[in-house]
């Protein structure tokens, strides 16, 4: 084996929801349900010495690791501005102090609760560099990257984190690109493909259902992943990532997202805004007692059944079904075609997919008609506390990976009561063994040892105070 062959060259972190008040990454001072962004948190400062103690056996020390952010790293959906982006600074004072720097490159995949990000990078590149003189016409904008665009001659800069970069001196040179809304790494005939998961649930297809429905002559067998977004790019910024910091009525959002956890709280939410809306209109008028009741049931089983608050399953039926219409579908005809761009006749002989968003960490196979049985699905899990009580099958992991794209998870914490060792998992290809790069991170994490003791001792004692605040906020 090559000298390095193993060394950490990629480091993947999904749902951070840096500047949530239940995100373990956020600081909250105990007593106090107002999030400190001026100080790291603990579980974040432990997080990122556990990362450095990897990435310091690297026997390249020249060759910095990349970070792929996998989505919903800023809070934008139930933060402000200010305070996500002071919270994600907190993260580069640790992770990127100078002269100790553990990314050489950071690559940006937005989820829905940034996809603002998203949003404000492409619309900023295309005024500044697509839009010809003003007696031309212009081409539309496009709501998608390419996959493989490591080595994209026309990259697509974060207009947002690159200005909070600038505050940096020593990070002035450095740019953050973004891919949207997959991401790909290849060699030879391997690819590993991050998505941040938010198109496997059909909530976040809502615009392309109403139009199928109202205009079902438009329905299309097959659906491109441009296409998609295009359809259903502002509904997601709207509701999912600018909605909560709509003034006053952003906190009242934020509380709605709270009770959203709770099906006791929800209902009576809900059943208030049906009550409200029976006393408006009269109650002998359109929305009379039976029609309420309608209302109340719907609403509450629409959106307590979202993916994140199934907490006996790792997917839910309408995942389960969304990630294989995804992956089989635009997900496969766009790395198809970007392969047949570069030139490569065939398509990849092995394809790994690491996905967030659901906030429960796994390692699976998984079978795509298209694409063979027994393919490697990893989730990264997340980092928010959802739940009053503890769900076991949540969690986060960090995503780790070697230059030849060996794939190693490391499961970081599921919630419990008291501590959950941290533990390396791998899912390798059928009838394969795991690899050298497994045994090797397995070698290097010893769960009884600091600093691993040390983080899971953190994350118990946040984890407990994150679950007292939220009951208080959803009983309120």
Known sequence: MAQGANDIRYVCLSDMHLGAEGSLLTNMPPGNPTADPLTASPVL????????????????????????????????????????????????????????????NIVYVPGNHDHHLWESARETQYVDNYLPGKDFLADPPWHTTNIFMIDDPNPVPSYFLNALLRRYGHL??????????????????????????????????????????????????????????AENFAWID???????????????????????QDEAQLRKLVENLATGLAEKYGKTGWLGSAIVKGVVDGLVAKLYNQERTQTSKLLSLDAEQGLLDYVDGPLKMQIQKEWEKRQHLYFPDEIT??????????????????????????????????????????????????????????????EADGPVKVAVHEQPLPGQPNSGFFDYISKLVQPDQPPWTKFSQTVAGELGIRRENLKKKITT
């Open 353 to 414: 997919i690491v996905f967030g968003h659901t906030h429960k960490p796994f390692e699976e196979p998984r079978t795509f008609p298209n694409l063979g049985n027994g393919v490697p699905v990893y989730n990264t899990g997340g980092w928010v506390v959802e739940t009053p009580e503890p769900a076991s099958l949540h969690g986060g992991a960090v995503v780790l990976l070697n230059e030849n794209l060996d794939v190693a998870s490391l499961r970081m914490y599921n």
């Open 45 to 104: 400062q432990d997080l990122v010495y556990c990362l450095r103690d990897l990435i310091l056996r690297n026997e390249d020390q020249a060759s910095k690791p990349t970070l792929i952010f996998m989505g919903d790293i800023l809070e934008l959906a139930l933060a402000n501005d200010n305070v996500a982006a002071m919270v994600f600074w907190r993260f580069i004072d640790l992770a990127m102090e100078s002269g100790y720097e553990l990314f050489g």
């Open 238 to 260: 709207f509701f999912w990532s600018t909605m909560g910091r709509s003034g006053e009525f952003g906190k009242d959002v934020e509380i709605i997202y709270d009770k959203m």
């Open 172 to 229: 002035k040179d450095m740019t953050i690109n973004t891919a949207y809304p997959n991401f790909g790494l290849m060699k030879g005939n391997r690819s590993v493909i991050f998505h941040h998961g938010h198109f496997i649930e059909s909530i976040y297809q809502l615009m392309t259902t109403l139009k199928n429905l109202i205009f079902p002559r438009l329905q299309e067998e097959t659906r491109e992943i441009w296409d998609i977004e």
